[in-house]
């Protein structure tokens, strides 16, 4: 999931209207912010099928410490840590951390059986209820679930902002839910999670210039 992250951003903020916004546009996105560096590091991995693009053939392969329940929970409080002591706010610091945990939440909806639950052993759960295996109906329902959130929880004046440039980031995303192309044109691991960090980076800009 990418944009949906956000209707988490926007609910977070709306609750906590004094809560800085740039903590929260990157908590909700943490996960996928150090899982390319771990794939990057070798210490998680993902496979990528050249010969298909679509979302739902990646396989992510290991990334406990990223993706999982309870050890990304708990190692996600060093950077809500962080945040606290950044913004000398135990709020901004708890805030930051919910921010990730409804990160786990919200990738659930989508992912295949991949997400791991504790984090560690080989008998370890993985979850997912698996929405991208149909592929169009994830596509128009993760936007529709941003949009319906921000229309709910979001003032007025920034509703132009956050709908329309969310629809252009989504829309980059668009590939891998159509299948337009034959092959992946992100055809490895590190190419993949490249581009993810790079999709994050222009999606918390964005964030940061729309909800203000
Ligand atoms: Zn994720």
Do not use: C
């Not at 962080?82 to 945990?101: C, D, E, M, T």
């Amino acid at each position: 999931m990418y944009i949906g992250h956000y209707a988490a951003a926007a609910v977070i903020l709306a609750v906590a209207p004094e809560a800085p916004v740039l903590p929260i546009a990157v908590a909700v996105a943490w996960p996928d912010i150090v899982w390319p560096a771990l794939v990057f590091a070798g210490k998680e991995s993902v496979h990528v099928d050249r010969d298909d693009p679509l979302q739902s053939r990646v396989k992510f392969t290991s990334y406990p410490y990223s993706h999982s329940l309870v050890l990304g929970s708990v190692i996600s409080l060093v950077p809500a840590l962080l945040a606290g002591a950044i913004y000398q706010s135990v709020f901004v610091g708890a805030l930051f951390w919910i921010g990730v945990l409804s990160h786990w939440l919200l990738d659930a909806v989508v992912h295949l059986r991949d997400l791991p639950v504790l984090g560690w052993g080989s008998d370890d759960r993985r979850v997912g209820l698996g929405l991208w295996a149909r592929p169009r109906l994830a596509f128009a329902l993760e936007y529709t679930f941003f949009a319906v959130t921000v229309l709910l929880v979001a003032p007025q004046t920034m509703f132009v902002g956050l709908l329309g440039g969310g629809l252009l980031l989504h829309l980059f995303n668009i590939n891998s839910f159509f299948g337009f192309t034959k092959k992946n044109p992100v055809g490895t691991p590190k190419r993949f999670a490249t581009l993810a960090l790079v999709g994050y980076i222009f999606a918390i800009i964005w964030f940061m210039m729309s909800w203000r």
